[in-house]
């Protein structure tokens, strides 16, 4: 059974910067592309940027030049620094792991990151 679990979310003023982590509990982690996507009250849940099993990586127009994707194989864990954070960025934030070649995806539980003064 695969598991992520994400950690890192919190409260902080605009301007300020968080840092989510996604770590799993499955095996081939490298063979994964991993995702962060977030929903805000009322709102569809948006990919906020990804990195590919070979490190490719796509940001959301919203967010680039202010976060940062990045994943440690190593210790199955992607991450996503944020910067210069909005009040629109206040969602809920998920991480997302796909398969490479077969059709597994699998979803966090998510956690909340609220910008607010």
Not at 20 to 30: E, P, R, V
Not at 31 to 44: H, T
Not at 48 to 67: I, L, P, W
Not at 85 to 97: H, R
Request: glycine share 12%; charged share 15%; hydrophobic share 30%.
């Amino acid at each position: 059974q695969v598991q992520l679990v994400e950690s890192g979310g919190g409260l902080v003023q605009p301007g300020g910067s968080l840092r989510l982590s996604c770590t799993t509990s499955g095996s081939d982690f490298s063979v994964y592309d991993m995702g962060w996507y977030r929903q805000a009250p009322g709102k569809e849940r948006e990919l906020v940027a990804s990195v590919t099993s070979g490190g490719n990586t796509v940001y959301a127009d919203s967010v680039k030049g202010r976060f940062a994707i990045s994943r440690d194989n190593a210790r199955y864990t992607v991450y996503l620094q944020m910067n210069s954070l909005k009040i629109e960025d206040t969602a809920i934030y998920y991480c997302k792991m796909s398969h490479r070649w077969f059709p597994y995806t699998y979803w966090g539980q998510g956690t909340q990151v609220t910008v607010s003064s």
